[in-house]
């Protein structure tokens, strides 16, 4: 069976797959496919380098979220085609905006901070005046970057009327104080990670120190609800727990698998990988009773059926 791994150029978790998934004996074919080297042709067609990859079996995407919509019609394509996906179309639409990004979260049925969202800037700073301290989101940003933490109001505005001069969408969230807490899913696994950030700095991806932990039932439980929701085999979820409640934050289908690994000890591209050929088998029986189906309609009935 034959795997493409699509991800940026000189990506080092796309190596790292690239590299596990040449000692797994199921997979006799694989390639590294640079996303900025892809092209789609017309409605059925994924070019690399003059060859069309819709032949493959497999395929993991591990690329970010601003490669939509191009992101989002190379998985429509490849999953029609019968491809097995890392991670379903919908990942790439819900994940095109966190304000789609809040509505997986309300599908998964997990907790998140109160969101705003506004087109006028008077509209805006009427929100703020609820708090005393809010979070700025940049729409089509995520992994802890494009964030702006307000504690004043007079400068909140301020970043209001500028995001507004500069036509940039975003959002605006309640501030969750509370401990950083990391999920990587993948397959039926879930690792995580407690961060520790930086003295003054507000953004989880800017972190003192990461030491892996076995999560709780309860925290299992939220990751694989919000993994299954966006249809991914592999995501990172990025909670705030605060006493005993925990908010989804955020959500990453690019994750820096080689830190889960050096933390965790666990081989996860391995782990993806074997997901990936038990996604196939569970498929294929899918597909074949669907077969079934369809064939049963068109085939005569038994002689005691007529009767």
Not at 142 to 151: A, D, L, S
Request: overall charge positive; charged content about 30%.
């Amino acid at each position: 069976m034959k795997l493409c791994i699509i991800a940026n150029k000189d990506n080092k978790v796309a190596l790292y797959l690239y590299e596990e998934a040449k000692k797994i004996k199921e997979i006799s074919n694989n390639i590294l496919v640079s996303i900025e080297k892809l092209y789609i042709e017309g409605n059925e067609k994924i070019v690399y380098r003059d060859k069309d990859i819709t032949d493959y079996d497999f395929c993991i995407l591990h690329i970010p979220c601003n490669t939509f919509p191009l992101s989002y019609l190379t998985t429509c394509i490849l999953n029609n085609k019968k491809v097995i996906l890392s991670h379903e179309p919908r990942a790439f639409f819900y994940l095109s905006s966190r304000v789609l990004m809040i509505k997986a979260f309300e599908r998964a049925k997990v907790n998140y901070p109160k969101t705003y969202l506004a087109m006028a800037p008077e509209v805006s700073k009427n929100i703020v005046n609820k708090f005393d301290k809010l979070v700025f989101k940049l729409a089509d940003v995520h992994g802890g970057k494009g964030i702006v933490v307000v504690k004043e109001k007079s400068t909140a505005n301020g970043v209001i009327d500028a995001m507004h001069t500069s036509s940039r969408s975003f959002c605006m969230q309640e501030v969750i104080e509370g401990e950083v807490i990391k999920l990587l899913i993948v397959g039926e696994e879930v690792i995580g990670i407690k961060e520790v950030p930086k003295p003054g700095e507000d953004r989880s991806n800017i972190a003192q120190s990461r030491r892996y932990f076995r999560p709780s039932d309860k925290l299992i439980k939220i990751g694989r609800k919000v993994a299954k929701e966006i249809g991914a085999l592999c995501c990172e979820v990025d909670i705030i727990e605060k006493g005993d409640k925990y908010y989804t934050i955020d959500i990453s289908i690019n994750p820096n698998l080689l830190m889960y690994r050096d933390l965790s000890g666990k081989n996860v591209a391995n782990i993806l990988l074997r997901s990936l050929l038990e996604k196939k088998e569970k498929m294929k029986a899918i597909w074949e009773r669907k077969l079934w189906k369809k064939l049963s309609r068109l085939l005569p009935l038994p002689i005691q059926e007529r009767v």
